[in-house]
Nanobody, 120 residues
Framework: QVQVVESGGGLVQSGESRTLTCVVS????????MAWYRQAPGEDRKLVAR????????IIPDSLKGRFTITTDDAKKTLYLQMSNLNPDDTGVYYC?????????????WGQGTQVTVSL
């Protein structure tokens, strides 16, 4: 079994920084990519950041560049989302997504999410 667990959410004030962590554990053969998505109340999930294992490519939407960055650990099984200068529009549930293979089959996995609330 594979587990995807996010942590680091909470209540923060505008202008502050926060780092979220996504850890992948269990029986996963290979990880092709990991990503963070944000779901604001009443809205669809939107991509916040993506890490592609091949070439260690990092993708951040233009609207978030300069405030959001992603890093991984050496094993490429932990993905950090560093967020700075947060504002209330960054409020939402942040989900980690993992794409890879397990027992020869492709898997697309989600964590349970971690809530980030940014107050004025």
């Amino acid at each position: 079994q594979v587990q995807v667990v996010e942590s680091g959410g909470g209540l923060v004030q505008s202008g502050e920084s926060r780092t979220l962590t996504c850890v992948v554990s269990g029986d996963i053969s290979a990880i092709y990519g990991m990503a963070w998505y944000r779901q604001a109340p009443g809205e669809d999930r939107k991509l916040v950041a993506r890490f592609i294992t091949t070439g260690e490519k990092k993708i951040i939407p233009d609207s978030l560049k300069g405030r959001f960055t992603i890093t991984t650990d050496d094993a490429k099984k932990t993905l950090y989302l560093q967020m700075s200068n947060l504002n209330p529009d960054d409020t939402g549930v942040y989900y980690c997504n993992v794409a890879g293979t397990r027992s020869g089959r492709m898997v697309d996995l989600w964590g349970q999410g971690t809530q980030v609330t940014v107050s004025l």
